[in-house]
């Protein structure tokens, strides 16, 4: 049983079942609107603050790169491999370390794309493997019919790189190898 106190008689007095129901019914009103009233105000306050989910981020490497090109089955392994030590100097470029873009590619405006805008005169990526990704894109749209490794280093050399002896520096890194 649960009794209250009455101040008017000064004793304890049961509950009768109707009024307990009432307090009941009163007791889960309130908790129902300030729990979501808190709730609101807690998830206001997480929206927030910025987060970045990354799953299995792996560092950009020659070995982490030439494993997702594979994935992606991205033609010219080696040319792009090329690209990346003179994109970004291996991954060491101020382009790279702050726009995660190690193949220096601009903002497209004609083709879809994975870049999240510009920022130092070059397409911005969350990750480099949205990079990489960025790059399948337009070597679909871009390289159709090209069939061997010279004609895509001349393509390469015509409509990608600003840099006039880009197709040598391809060429002579892999000569190297």
Known sequence: MIYYYSKK?????KITWYNYVIIVIILLFLGISFGFVSTVKTNEWIEKIPIIIRPNQKVLNEKNLRNKIKELHLKYEDVIVAQYIIESGAGTSNIYKQNNNFLGLKEPHSRPTTCIGTNLGHAAYIQW????????????????GINSQEEYIQLL?????EDQSYMDKIN????KK
Do not use: F, H, P
Request: hydrophobic content about 40%; some cysteine.
């Open 157 to 161: 050399g015509s409509i990608y790189a």
């Open 9 to 13: 008689e000064l004793t304890m007095k």
């Open 129 to 144: 493997t949205d990079c990489l990704l960025d790059y399948s894109l337009w070597q679909t749209m871009c390289a159709r």
């Open 172 to 175: 002579n890194i892999l000569n």
